[in-house]
């Protein structure tokens, strides 16, 4: 089985206590690099998915954008973990020597961050043309890409529309909405908004009949068993 890059936040991240779509998938044999993160922003999962494809051959290629306003902090000092980190209530953990602080402003300094120095328009600017660029290597390489919307994104740069995605299916939307949320974790609140299970199931099935289509089918059915 050719081998798949996938990038993205929580909802896809394998590595983690709770089981993601992409954790079904490598159950039913899919060969992935898994380069997601907790709580990462737009332009670590892009980084990560244009240094894998630069560096390696895959087949096909998952990139999972996220929501808007996240911001990764370098780690590069213990001033910085104590201050910043160990600190959070919520992100306080490190991945790959960054702070996945997501849009948490608990932090002083990052409250005046949002207020003084966040800039929406270059954020979103900096997503749409790192996509295209991705995009433009995954086409040189022959590598299939897809792209999937993580969460709903304020678009105000009409060259949003050269991404290739479905702009009205949105992951969280569809599961905070539909009938498998009612099996959600909320024993840890805001701590976490990583789909259940039974959502990971079903994800893991609409992306491999809309995009993969690895011959994985009834290994897929045998979750519902």
């Known amino acids: 089985m050719s081998k798949i890059l996938i990038s993205g936040c929580g909802i896809s991240y394998s590595k983690q206590e709770r089981p993601t779509w992409v954790n079904v998938l490598k159950i039913c044999g899919a060969d992935i690099d898994d380069r997601a ?6 332009q670590l999962i892009l980084d990560s998915m244009i240094d ?22 370098e780690i ?3 001033q910085r973990k104590e201050e910043l980190v160990d600190k959070d209530t919520i992100r306080n953990f490190m991945h790959n020597g960054y702070w996945p602080s997501s849009s948490s402003s608990e932090h002083p300094s990052k409250k005046l961050y949002y207020q003084y120095l966040y800039s929406p328009t270059l954020e979103e600017n900096n997503l749409i043309y790192k996509w295209m660029l991705l995009e433009k290597i ?63 199931i079903w994800l893991a099935n609409y992306i491999n009949d809309n995009f993969l289509k690895l011959k994985i089918k009834e290994k897929l059915k045998k979750f519902y068993v």
């Open 37 to 42: 993160g907790p709580a990462i922003s737009n």
């Open 52 to 73: 894998a494809v630069v560096n390696n051959k895959y087949h096909q290629a998952v990139c999972q954008l996220t929501s808007m306003g996240k911001l990764d902090v």
């Open 76 to 78: 590069n000092n213990s």
């Open 138 to 200: 995954c086409n040189e390489k022959d590598i299939k890409l897809h792209t999937i919307l993580g969460y709903g994104i304020k678009w105000t740069n009409t060259l949003y529309k050269q991404i290739k995605t479905n702009f009205n299916f949105k992951i969280y939307n569809m599961y905070k909405n539909g009938e498998l949320y009612k099996h959600h974790d909320h024993s840890l609140g805001e701590g976490n908004t990583v789909p259940n299970k039974h959502f990971a």
